[in-house]
């Protein structure tokens, strides 16, 4: 028995062992496995959570696309009200299209100091102030022929009055909106000029600069003819020409007008850059591109200006002008069209009023590049000058 018993247990011995050593092996698979998915959940994620990382990846992105439109839509709601309240506004307040007009608060260039106009290459210019009404003071300079540069240095106001009755003639300019007498264009211009042999006496309008006054047309209108005045109190039989650029050409036809109609014209009117009224030049103006098609445009943007007072009708003033008229207008204008002065010429020109008088109209082309402010640099405007003013036979000229 024990010899029968005793294979049976031999046999049953490796079977134990390989019972042993299967179940070991089973389990070092496991553990193997295990030790993968561990790896592999270390490594990165299974399907099911790819996919819902993936997921949550798109959910964000479309959130932040739904807050960026949001935010977009937003702004462009506030764009769209500011946008159909500004016209509201304009016609409940109609001081704002008035200070749009004028623009005296725009002072360029800034930290000039305007009693000292040698810091701007005037050496032979004096400043002075006037009092055309109670309570407002304007702010003039003077401008003597380049010739006498050297003998101007260190000379007083009176030395300059007295100049102006000297052989040399006189040009009263009158600027455009925006900016002081100071404005670098403007300098530019008064260079030119001197050189040329003219007296150069210009000035702040009230409210412009450091003159003090509220800005209004009549206001405006009131000042230039101030100035004109005590000029002709110095100047004798000097010859005295109104040159007036962009709003000021509105100011010198006013002036203009009023001085024919009191009989004391001036010996000629120089427009660099008119408009006919300055409706249409607000119409025409780039900055009234976004509202030229809104409905109602000249109810709530064109009667306001009326309702301020404000006309500047170069057309209607034109009619009832009786001197020499200058017109200087560049193609390329992007401030004021240039048909606006061909049509103003097209106005003046067969008026009764300029029957003894020439009316010459001047274009410069749009290649030159003087747009709005700088026809000083035209090369050719001595000679213009020179024939217009030189040449007093009437005609009419184009």
């Not at 500004?86 to 016609?91: A, E, G, T, V, Y």
């Not at 008026?351 to 410069?364: A, G, L, N």
Request: proline share 6%.
């Amino acid at each position: 028995m024990r010899k029968r018993t005793e294979p049976v247990a031999l046999e049953h011995e490796p079977c134990a062992a390989s019972g042993s050593s299967s179940s070991g092996s089973a389990a070092a698979v496991l553990d193997t496995d295990c030790s993968l998915k561990r790896k592999l959940c270390l490594a990165g994620k299974g399907p099911g959570e790819t996919r819902s990382a993936a997921d949550a990846d798109m959910k964000r992105a479309l959130g932040r696309r739904k807050g960026l439109w949001f935010r977009l839509r937003k702004i462009l709601l506030y764009v769209l009200g500011l946008y159909i309240a500004i016209p509201f506004l304009i016609k409940l307040c109609p001081g704002i299209q008035a200070k749009l007009i004028f623009l005296n608060f725009v002072r360029v260039p800034y930290f000039i100091d305007l009693k000292k106009p040698q810091d701007q290459g005037l050496n032979h210019t004096c400043n002075y102030y006037l009092q055309p009404e109670e309570d407002t003071t304007i702010g003039v300079w003077h401008t003597v022929p380049t010739i006498w540069w050297k003998t101007a240095q260190g000379k007083d106001q009176m030395w300059y009055e007295d100049a102006l009755a000297s052989s040399y003639p006189i040009i009263l300019y009158l600027h455009g909106n925006a900016g002081t007498r100071g404005g670098d264009h403007r300098v530019e211009l008064y260079k030119v000029l001197s050189s040329l042999g003219y007296h150069v006496v210009t000035f702040d309008y009230r409210g412009w600069g450091d003159s003090i006054g509220t800005p209004s047309e009549r206001g405006m209108t009131y000042d230039a003819l101030h100035v004109f005045d005590w000029i002709k109190a110095r100047s004798g039989d000097n010859p005295v020409y109104i040159w007036g650029h962009s709003l000021g050409t509105g100011v010198a036809t006013n002036l203009v007008r009023r001085l024919c109609e009191r009989e004391t014209p001036p010996d000629a009117l120089i427009l660099e850059s008119p408009f006919t009224n300055i409706r249409e030049e607000a119409k025409s103006h780039p900055f009234s591109v976004i509202y030229r098609y809104f409905p109602g445009f000249d109810w709530f943007f064109l009667d306001p200006i009326t309702s301020s007072g404000i006309k500047f009708a170069n057309d209607e003033n034109v009619k009832h002008i009786s001197c020499s008229l200058l017109i200087l207008h560049a193609e390329d204008d992007p401030v004021v069209p240039f048909q606006l002065g061909r049509k103003l010429y097209n106005i003046a020109a067969p008026s009764q009023s300029f029957r003894d008088f020439k009316v010459q109209f001047i274009p410069f082309h749009s290649d030159l590049g003087y747009r709005h402010k700088y026809i000083y640099k035209s090369p050719e405007l001595p000679r213009i000058l020179r024939e217009f003013l030189g040449n007093s036979e009437p005609e009419h000229q184009h």
